[in-house]
C-alpha cells in the first residue's frame, strides 16, 4: 500500500486513490474542456456546471428537498462561527444555546459572543472533554434564535449519534469532520456546515446547507461576502471562487454516488472500520486505552493514549517508520488519532490493527 492509502490525518485528510488520478488529469486539462482546472473561467459555463452538479448531488446523497440552499463558501469553518451568529444573534436579546464538547465547539463560542448573548448548554471541560451529554443533562429553551453545536469532535473524537435540540428552535451544526459520513436528518437542521477537508476535498471550500426560512429577519447591512442572501442570490461565486476545491468536491461526491453507492453505505464501511478499530482497543488489556467513553466515540476520529507520552512518541515513531502517516494527536491533547474519513480504506485500518498488534506483542517481550 503506497503512503497516501496510509494517511491517517486529523485534516486534511485523505482522498480516494480515483480522485486523485482525476484530479491529476485535469490539473493539464479537464477532459470536457481541454483546459487546466486551474486555469478556467469561474465565470464559464462549464464551471456553472460543476456547482449546481455539486448541489445537486449534495442534496441527492443527502435526501434534501427543494427549500435548502447549497452554497459554496470560503473561509473555512471558522468563518462559519462568526457567519452564523452574525446572521442570527446580531442584535438579539435572547440567547443562542451552544454546546461545549471539545476544541471545536469550543472555537465558536468567542466568536458568537462578538454578536450577542450566548447561553453554554452543556460544558464537557469539567470532564476533560471525554464524553458528551445525556439528554437528561440538557434543556434548551424554546425563545433561543438557534441552537449550535458540532457533531464530531474531530481533536477528542467524540461523535454524537442522534440529533440534538428542539423541532421548533433553528439547529445549526457545524459538521466538518463527519459530513456525507453517516445519514444525517439533514432535513431536520436549519444550518448545516462543512468545509471540505477532512471528508470531501481540498481547503478552500465549505459547504452550507441553509434553509429558505431562516434568512427572513438576516441583517441588511452585513457586508456583500459575510451575507448569505447575497452569496445565495451569486449562486456561490460572489468573487472568484476556489475552482480546483470545488471541482475536487465534485469528483468525491461523484465517488460516494458512483463506487460507493451513497451515504447509507458510507456509514455501514465507515461502521465497520471504527468497530475493528475499537475492538482492537478494548481487547488490548489496558495496552491501549481509548480516550473517551464508548458510547460517544467517533466513527470518524479514534483517540486513544499509550501509557504515558514517551511510549505513546515511540509508537507513533514506529508507525512512522512502517508507512503510516498523520497518527499523532491534535496539539491540544496529545496522544494517538487515527482518523479514519470516508477515503480510507478498510484494508488500511486491518493493514494498521496489524502493526498495532505486533507492536504490543513486542513490547509485551520486551517488558
Ligand atoms: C477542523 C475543524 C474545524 C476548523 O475548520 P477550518 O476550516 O480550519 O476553519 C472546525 N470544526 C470542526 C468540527 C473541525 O473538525
Not at 476544541?103 to 450577542?116: T, V
Not at 445565495?232 to 468573487?239: C, D, G, T, V
Not at 517508520?321 to 499523532?328: C, D, E, N, P
Request: proline share 5%; charged share 20%.
Amino acid at each position: 500500500m503506497n503512503r497516501n492509502s496510509l494517511n491517517f490525518s486529523g485534516g486534511p485528510g485523505a482522498l480516494p486513490e480515483s480522485v486523485l488520478l482525476q484530479v491529476q488529469e485535469a490539473v493539464i486539462a479537464v477532459p470536457e474542456v481541454g483546459l487546466s482546472v486551474l486555469a478556467i473561467s469561474h465565470r464559464s459555463d462549464w464551471f456553472a456546471s460543476i456547482v449546481a452538479e455539486v448541489e445537486t448531488n449534495i442534496c441527492k446523497l443527502l435526501g434534501l428537498s427543494g427549500d435548502y440552499h447549497v452554497l459554496l463558501l470560503q473561509g473555512g469553518a471558522t468563518q462559519q462561527f462568526s457567519m452564523v451568529p452574525m446572521t442570527l444573534l446580531r442584535g438579539k436579546t435572547s440567547a443562542a444555546e451552544y454546546l461545549h464538547t471539545g476544541y471545536w465547539s469550543g472555537k465558536a463560542l468567542p466568536e458568537a459572543r462578538r454578536e450577542g448573548p450566548v447561553r453554554v448548554v452543556w460544558s464537557g471541560e469539567a470532564s476533560d472533554f471525554r464524553r458528551l451529554p445525556g439528554d437528561d443533562e440538557l434543556s434548551f429553551s424554546a425563545d433561543a434564535p438557534y441552537i449550535h453545536y458540532v457533531s464530531n469532535e474531530t481533536v477528542e473524537g467524540l461523535q454524537f449519534h442522534r440529533v440534538l435540540g428542539r423541532d421548533d428552535v433553528p439547529r445549526v451544526c457545524d459538521m466538518s469532520s463527519d459530513f456525507l459520513s453517516r445519514p444525517c436528518e439533514a432535513e431536520r437542521f436549519s444550518l448545516i456546515y462543512a468545509h471540505a477537508q477532512k471528508n470531501l476535498g481540498p481547503a478552500g471550500v465549505t459547504v452550507v446547507l441553509i434553509r429558505d426560512a431562516l434568512l427572513k429577519d438576516a441583517p441588511e447591512n452585513l457586508p456583500g461576502f459575510l451575507d448569505y442572501p447575497s452569496q445565495i442570490e451569486a449562486h456561490s461565486n460572489f468573487n472568484t471562487p476556489p475552482v480546483l476545491a470545488i471541482y475536487v468536491v465534485l469528483l468525491v461526491t461523484r465517488w460516494m454516488m458512483a463506487e460507493i453507492g451513497g451515504v447509507e453505505r458510507m456509514a455501514e464501511l465507515n461502521r465497520t472500520k471504527a468497530e475493528l478499530l475499537y475492538k482492537l482497543l478494548d481487547e488490548s488489556q489496558g495496552f491501549y486505552r481509548g480516550r473517551v467513553e464508548p458510547q460517544d466515540r467517533s466513527m470518524m476520529n479514534v483517540t486513544f493514549n499509550l501509557a504515558n507520552p514517551e511510549v505513546e512518541n515511540h509508537f507513533l515513531a514506529a508507525a512512522t517508520a512502517a508507512g503510516f502517516s498523520g497518527l499523532s494527536g491534535h496539539r491540544a491533547v496529545g496522544g494517538v488519532r487515527a482518523s479514519i474519513y470516508n477515503a480510507l480504506a478498510i484494508a488500511a485500518v486491518e493493514k494498521l490493527m496489524g502493526f498495532m498488534e505486533d507492536y504490543q506483542r513486542s513490547s509485551d517481550r520486551a517488558a
